[in-house]
T-cell receptor, first 117, second 109 residues
Framework: NAGVMQNPRHLVRRRGQEARLRCSPMKGHSHVYWYRQLPEEGLKFMVYLQKENIIDESGMPKERFSAEFPKEGPSILRIQQVVRGDSAAYFC???????????????FGSGTRLTVV | QQPVQSPQAVILREGEDAVINCSSSKALYSVHWYRQKHGEAPVFLMILLKGGEQKGHEKISASFNEKKQQSSLYLTASQLSYSGTYFCGTETNDYKLSFGAGTTVTVRA
């Protein structure tokens, strides 16, 4: 049973380019969460998605960032016109259902390390 | 709103015990604990639901005080493999986890 698959593992972009990060959740998981982590810091929530729906994007910058989870295919986190401050590790996690006291944890992918040069 | 974790870091010798605390200012539905090794993904350890239960995973256990909105993670008889950064994740009524800043645990032989 494959876990959460993220690709690419490492991504280098020049300032002003676009970055596309992909996440395939675990089989049977329909809830996807994206988190951003700076070196030596915690995980900052960005966006929570279900198939074809954005449930909560309160942690995502209003400009340049967007996310989707189409009916078919992986979830995509897209960063347009990247700047040096976007350099970070981006983790995707999935769960089989919505939280609010349900008895399951998140399964995290290995992350995409984005470096903007 | 992010939960507050303490301490920021702890250094142990093999066999010693440690406690990591996590507190929130909001009413919690659940508390999760994860461990992350350097350069790797966070790994789920356990979840505690409302009701003040205590859970265990190997010699790692946790408790949840619902009234105080606090959780504690107990590392007992620590092993070298326990080294890593421990994060608590708190869930409120918005169905997502907010993570603390992490506690770095170093276990030395």
């Amino acid at each position: 049973n494959a876990g959460v698959m993220q690709n690419p593992r490492h991504l280098v972009r020049r300032r002003g380019q676009e970055a596309r990060l992909r996440c395939s959740p675990m089989k049977g998981h329909s809830h996807v969460y994206w988190y951003r982590q700076l070196p030596e810091e915690g995980l900052k929530f960005m966006v929570y998605l279900q198939k074809e729906n954005i449930i909560d994007e309160s942690g995502m910058p209003k400009e340049r960032f967007s996310a989707e989870f189409p009916k078919e295919g992986p979830s995509i986190l897209r960063i347009q016109q990247v700047v040096r401050g976007d350099s970070a590790a981006y983790f995707c996690a999935s769960s089989p259902g919505q939280g609010a006291g349900q008895n399951y944890g998140y399964t995290f992918g290995s992350g995409t390390r984005l470096t903007v040069v | 709103q992010q939960p507050v974790q303490s301490p920021q870091a702890v250094i142990l010798r093999e066999g010693e015990d440690a406690v990591i605390n996590c507190s929130s200012s909001k009413a919690l539905y659940s508390v999760h604990w994860y461990r992350q090794k350097h350069g790797e993904a966070p790994v789920f350890l356990m979840i505690l639901l409302k009701g003040g239960e205590q859970k265990g995973h190997e010699k790692i256990s946790a408790s949840f005080n619902e009234k105080k909105q606090q959780s504690s993670l107990y590392l007992t008889a620590s092993q070298l493999s326990y080294s890593g950064t421990y994060f608590c994740g708190t869930e409120t009524n918005d169905y997502k986890l907010s993570f603390g800043a992490g506690t770095t645990v170093t276990v030395r032989a």
